[in-house]
């Protein structure tokens, strides 16, 4: 499993230029393929188990996918603007970020309590620990691939 | 020793005839005309169930594959336990997640128990 986790670390792809949206979506797809795998391998769940978390883990990782996807929106409109942004566009694109971060909490916590019903506490303990490792990977190889903002030229 | 002996004996012997015995049975799935919803897509499946048995508790586990928004590959499990007959169909439906894509989907005995006598 960790060689697994190493490689889809070590996967993320290095940009000369700024991504384009493609780009961005391919590179969230090419570190969310193996999610699952990498879960199962930390879980160990038994069978009775699996029964009744995979479901649940589905309904949770597609509401995760949805703020994924609002995410990369925001970084596709920041990338493309983010030598010429204005104060209210600045504003904006903050807002829906804290927006999205909450949304994350929020969808969390509530998928959270399902999973406690399902697994054992250290089982959901675990759970939430890879679930953090692996975001932080993406958000990491997001984070290296995004510039930082800067005003328009002439102010 | 003699009486540990006829214990484990008579506890060997009383696990033997616990036991449930077990059948063999198939499952075919045919895809159905799919169930259009605003957000989603439901796949129905007939489901029918080959067994010699004249009854038995067959558990079938239906596995769906979907791929998310954000590329992710989910397989998802679940089971459905059902008292059958020779040639006993049923319907099974499935609503692939808003925004994915059904990969794949396999139908599979999992267990078949005779019903008791």
Redesign the interface.
């Known amino acids: 499993m960790n060689a697994i986790l190493l490689s889809l670390m070590l996967a993320g792809t290095t940009w000369a230029a700024l991504p384009s949206a493609n780009e961005t979506?391919a590179m969230?797809?090419?570190?969310?393929?193996q999610?699952?795998d990498i879960v199962a391998g930390v879980l160990e769940l038994t069978d009775d188990e699996?029964?009744a978390f995979?479901?649940a883990?589905?309904?949770y990782?597609?509401e995760?996918?949805?703020l994924?996807?609002r995410a990369v929106k925001l970084i596709d409109e920041f990338v493309a603007n983010h030598d010429k942004l204005s104060d209210a566009q600045a504003t904006r694109l903050v807002d829906e970020h804290l927006a999205i971060q909450a949304e994350r909490v929020a969808v969390r916590q509530r998928h959270i309590k399902v999973f406690r019903k399902i697994l054992p506490a250290t089982k959901v303990a675990r759970f939430v620990q890879i679930e953090n490792k692996l975001d932080a990977t993406i958000d990491h190889e997001l984070a290296m691939a995004v510039p930082l903002a800067m005003e328009p030229a002439g102010e | 020793m003699k009486a540990a002996i006829f214990g484990l004996c008579l506890t060997l012997a009383t696990a033997a005839a616990a036991a449930p015995s077990t059948c063999t049975a198939e499952v075919h799935a045919t895809e159905r005309t799919d169930d259009v919803r605003d957000e989603s897509v439901g796949k129905v499946f007939a489901v029918s169930i080959d067994t010699r048995e004249s009854c038995a508790y067959v558990d079938v586990d239906f596995t769906a594959t979907e791929r998310l928004s954000d590329g992710e590959e989910i397989k998802v499990r679940r089971r459905g336990s059902r008292k059958v007959k020779p040639g006993t169909t049923y319907k099974v439906s499935y609503r692939v997640a808003p925004g994915a894509e059904l990969l794949d989907t396999e139908f599979k005995v999992a267990r078949c128990v005779p019903c008791a006598e």
């Open positions: 979506q969230r797809a090419e570190l969310q393929k999610r699952q699996a029964l995979w479901p883990y589905r309904d990782r597609v995760m996918a949805r994924g996807d």
